[in-house]
């Protein structure tokens, strides 16, 4: 691909959130606290990481957010849709990830942020009921009130760009098929109410008529579809997802690598979750929990690659469950139990106890993801920005592609794809240029 000039991040970036629960309002909250001065944006690379360029010899490593345009914490809007008519302040009470006393100074900033009517069908995610939803006679004239509201948005709040980010809640489990298949298909079933689309489709179809950036943090399929794949190529919009890799996982795409770089078996990875808040309560349905339960099973297989080391990794039993414990609420508990084995077979065993807060760990994702999607676009990407699987569970990659589960190898592509945007030589595993010091 060749590369274009960069256009400057001028203006206001609209940033459009499906789903105002509990990711969505912690990484509102959160892009407000930096403007305030009142906490730091730690965990996001647009805002803190460094890039090294050239030669180490040539000590150049600038911010990412130095070397190429982004836009700034400063120039950012927030819009939203949620089922439940809670406005920011009130959502992020009821997420419960963020205290009273940190949310009280952005009180006005929060309230001031109200969902739209959502899209929404109690079909496709069975836990939730919402009074804040739009009517329409088919799928066609609610993909049409979506793209009203974003062009409204646009004009409303005077922003230059949009992005979108579904942050909704994780739907029940569909395959693809035949309607998915092409644009053609997909809206006549728009237009035919097919039940093989759902609502976090609709949104990603409106994003993409409408030449917005969308990623998507859940696992079900929305935009990763080909008839949306095709008509984000087409219309030079950039799309990502899917699943944000968080807490769990994260460390899976940590230690197996490892392990792998070492040559030492795995007999068995047993990974267990309590979670309390809504997001669990919706996975408690058996249909939205094997939606994650493939988003999660899918990592190790790609990373171990059983059929290159099938005395290493040939046998290895992998299971995942998510267990619905209120008193728990956003401050998730997950335990690994792995089972290894090394030199002559000797089994040994690692024992993770993560007392993670996945909302913490996915409010920079949203951040970044905007941030990188709006650069992608300003850049003359577009279609699945595969650079970006860094952030997800299931990376989203062209028919016939494996993705790539390894964060290390995930994070190269990442920060080369930088290197590329802003004229600069990609690092290489070659020679001494190997270790890449940042
Ligand atoms: N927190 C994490 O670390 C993490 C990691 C990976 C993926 N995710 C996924 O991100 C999503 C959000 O997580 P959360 O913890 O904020 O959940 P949450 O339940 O707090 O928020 C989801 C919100 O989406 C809304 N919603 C549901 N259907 C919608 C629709 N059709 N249109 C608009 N809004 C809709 C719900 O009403 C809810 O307010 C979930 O799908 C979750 O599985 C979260």
Known sequence: ???????????????????????????????????????????????????????????????????????????LVFGAWDPIPDDGYESCLAAGVLSREHLEPMEEFLRSVKPMPAVFHKDYVKRLDGTNVKSGATKMDLAESLRDDIRRFREEEGCSRLVMIWCGSTEVFLRPGPVHESMDAFEAGLRTNDPGISPSMIYAYAAIMEGVPYANGAPNLSGDLPALEEAAREKGVPVAGKDFKTGQTLMKTILAPGLKARMLG???????????????????????????????????????????????????????????????????????????????????????????????????????????????KRSGMSGIQEWLSFYFKTPQVAEGLYPEHDLFIQHKKLKNTLRWI?????LTHLGVEYYDYE
Not at 422 to 426: I, S
Request: charged share 25%; aromatic share 8%.
């Open 266 to 376: 795995i007999e068995g990875w047993f990974s267990t979750n309590i979670l309390g808040n809504r997001d669990g309560a919706v996975l408690d349905d058996p249909d939205s929990f094997k939606t994650k339960e493939e988003s999660k099973l899918g990592v190790l297989e790609h990373i171990l690659q059983p059929d290159v080391y099938p005395q290493l990794y040939g046998d290895l039993y992998h299971k995942v469950r998510i267990n619905y414990y209120p008193p728990r609420g956003d401050n998730k508990e997950g335990w690994d139990n792995i089972d290894i084995f090394g030199w002559m077979g000797y089994p040994m065993q690692i024992k993770v106890d993560f007392l993670c807060r996945d909302s913490i760990l996915a409010a920079p994702i949203v951040l970044d993801l905007a941030l990188f999607l709006d650069l992608a």
């Open 1 to 75: 691909m060749d590369r274009t000039e960069t256009q400057p991040a001028d203006g206001r970036l609209g940033v459009l959130l499906p789903g105002f629960g509990a990711v969505a309002t912690t990484f509102v909250a959160g892009v407000e606290a930096a403007r305030q001065g009142l906490a730091q944006p730690l965990g996001s690379l647009t805002q803190l990481n460094t890039i090294r360029l050239g030669k180490r010899t040539e000590g150049r490593a600038p911010l990412i957010r130095d070397f190429v345009p982004l836009a700034e914490l400063d120039q």
């Open 422 to 426: 802003g004229g600069e030589e990609p």
